[in-house]
């Protein structure tokens, strides 16, 4: 599955790893949310990254005393009409001020990206390669936005705020 | 009339070129079918029984005389000469090629309007009073709020793909046109006892296969703080709201099986915690939206000038008159209904050539503004008195200016299995079947205010659950058969109505109709209680006998 970040495709240094595997001593894995709130201790104490695979039908409220340790969280789109982790999201950045790496997994495609990088996502497991290949150039398809977000981008309100000049009106 | 400016547009055009982007993947095959699905969805494309349908929004039902002439020109070049009002203040087209949804979505882009979120499981078309802003007595224009309401909710990162569709109604009179409590978010604006004008929010209205009339959640939310409170609400819906069947995934099943109290609480919860970030609203940000509004400059003029009062003596404009113009907050001015119900015709229908003479009447004569009803008729907001005269002949000669809004033949109904791929019944030759039996005017007008309601399947897009009268279309062992409920209303007293009996079939509905009516004359009070007055007063037992004592 190819990993977007930072606009461009970059080989993953993460590994997903099974429930039954051993949890190696070196390397960055992702952990399913069971096996992470099984012992966190065990998971957050190994010297390389550990990140969490949070199901979107739990509480992010339940990672709050672990993640200034987490080095990721990856929120599920089980299907990409299923939208609960664009709240967590926005929940874990803007509320918990959630500052590792938050990654999109799942049915992740081209025409969710914008959506994701408002709602605070930095990295995407992409479904299709072509999709991935698109990142950049779809993160840059909308130039105004309407809604305040954590993501930072000035809205519109905000814009017209600004005092733009007379003739930018209609 | 709102003024989009760069910004507006900016998205609007933005919005198309990914559109275009999606239909060229999708006819390559790059895009599946189910993949596509959403995206068309979102952008107000249907696949429906005969071909694509194309729904555009018209935000809170305000439209510009340029507006109107771009909607007439997609239905000319792109359509079959036609397009559908429908009850969600959107305009539908039925026979638009994939290939050309684009370049038909540029050509309304460039007049400022669009199919965006007009379907899919997003916020939709925020809808409002068809009179607002000229309505007396409202407690301020509700479009204001409707406007940053539909802003809030464009391309929504967090609320794009929600359990369900999410629609917002908001109204700011008294008497409420805008159905607010069949929505999952309705929002009256009142004056609380200090005199400052806030919200009312009601939760968890809606029909379909589930009807419930919307709880009331908070009985004053300030202007500052509105965004947030329907932020913590759409965020409680969006991470509880379920998704494991389609038919319990609207806002109405959680309130239910949550119960209001406890809703409300996850809401409130929700609000502590984001009320005071960045949706508060500020006094400079509501201006700068209100600033955008055009409001016409209204001449100093009377009320009765001499040419009403001479046009008054001739029987077809007076019962015009009486039936289609409405008071307006401005001495000299009336709101004008043009009914597009006329006898035998498809509800909602419009020509191309009468958006256009629409179009050129509304600048001649109410300031270039049209709006759009739930009730699928059009309205005239500004109109001189001294004109209606010759507004009515203009409006007559293309065929809106029957006498019949309000009244028994003004029905509203939804495509049915004529054009939707969902319906189980017709509802279009059914509601042409009822206009044919109450044509006369005379009798009609002796009926009074009667709604009738048709819709070809549960999912009750012709709103059969709050119409006086409703007509449910179902089908039984590949019969159309159809439910009929009365007592139903859709305003501040908002009801869903009872069923009369078992089902009949299609060419007994406009007999039973009949029936009903004649029993209403015959068990009326006095001739001014309302159809649904007496169904209020008396049950459904004496129209269920009258009903079914011969069949």
Known sequence: MP????????????????????????????????????????????????????????D???????????????????????????????????????????????????????FMLRAGFDAFEVKKQSDADAFANVAKRYSVFYQPTGDGRITAFHRRLMHLPEGVRS | MYAYDELDRTIVNERVSEF????????????????????????????????????????????????????????????????HFTTRQNIQYNWIKLAELPDA????????????????????????????????????????????????????????????????????????????????????????????????????????RTPFIAKTINEFVSHRDILSYVEAILRVYNQ????????????????????????????EEEWVQMRDGALALDAAEVEDIRSRFFYPKYEKLSDTPDELKKALQNPNFEAWYKNSVAAHKAPGYGIVTLSLKPVGGPPGDATAEQMDEIADLAEKYSFGEIRVGHEQNLALPH??????????????????????????????????????????????????????????????????????????????????????????GVEKNGEEFYQITIGGRADENAVLGHLVGPAVPFDQVADVIEDIVEAYLALRQRPDELFVDAVKRLGVEPFKERVYATR
């Open chain 1, 3 to 58: 990993l977007v970040k930072g606009n461009t495709v970059v080989a993953d240094d993460y590994v997903h790893l099974a429930d039954d595997a051993e949890l190696p001593a070196d390397g960055a894995v992702l952990i399913t949310a069971e096996r992470f709130l099984a012992d966190p201790e065990a998971a957050l104490s190994r010297k390389d990254k550990t990140g969490v695979i949070w199901p979107n039908n739990r």
């Open chain 2, 105 to 208: 979505l540029a050509d309304l882009a460039k007049v400022g309007i669009h199919g965006m979120q007009t379907s899919g499981n997003c916020i939709r078309n925020v809808t409002s009073d068809q009179w607002a802003g000229v309505a007396p007595g409202e407690v301020e224009d509700p479009r204001i709020w409707a406007e940053i309401l539909r802003q809030y909710s464009t391309l929504h990162p967090e609320f794009s793909f929600l359990p369900r569709k999410f629609k917002f109604a908001i109204t700011a009179s008294d008497h409420d046109r805008a159905a607010i409590k069949v929505h999952d978010i309705g929002l009256r604006i009142h004056r609380n006892a200090a005199g400052e004008s806030g919200f009312e929010v009601l939760v968890g209205g809606g029909l379909g």
């Open chain 1, 60 to 114: 992010v409220d339940d990672l709050l005393p672990h993640l200034d340790r987490l080095a990721a969280v990856a929120l599920v789109f089980p299907v990409f009409r299923d939208g609960r982790a664009y709240t967590q999201a926005r929940l874990l950045r803007e509320r918990f001020k959630f500052r590792g790496e938050l990654r999109a997994i799942g049915q992740v495609l081209r025409d969710q990206f914008v």
């Open chain 2, 240 to 267: 509880y709201g379920r998704r494991d069947n389609i038919y319990k995934a609207r806002i109405k099943i959680l309130v239910h099986e949550l119960g209001i109290e406890k809703f409300k609480q996850e809401v």
């Open chain 2, 383 to 472: 109109v001189a008195r001294r004109d209606l005269p010759a507004l009515w002949r203009a409006l007559d000669k293309i065929g809106v200016a029957t006498p019949n809004v309000n009244l028994v033949t003004d029905i509203i109904a939804c495509p049915g299995l004529d054009y939707c791929s969902l319906a189980n019944a017709r509802s279009i030759p059914i509601a042409q079947e009822i206009t044919r039996r109450f044509a006369n005017h005379d009798t009609a007008n002796l009926i009074g205010r009667l709604h009738v309601n048709i819709s070809g399947c549960i999912n009750a897009c012709g709103h059969h659950h709050v119409g006086h009268i409703g007509i449910l």
């Open chain 2, 20 to 83: 275009r982007d999606q239909v060229a993947r999708r006819l390559s095959g790059e895009l599946t079918e189910d993949e596509f699905k959403s995206l068309r969805l979102m952008n107000g494309v249907y696949l429906q029984l005969h071909a694509y349908m194309l729904r555009i929004a018209i935000p809170y039902g305000t439209l510009s005389s340029k507006q109107l002439r771009a909607l007439a020109h997609v239905a000319r070049k792109y359509d079959r000469g036609y397009g």
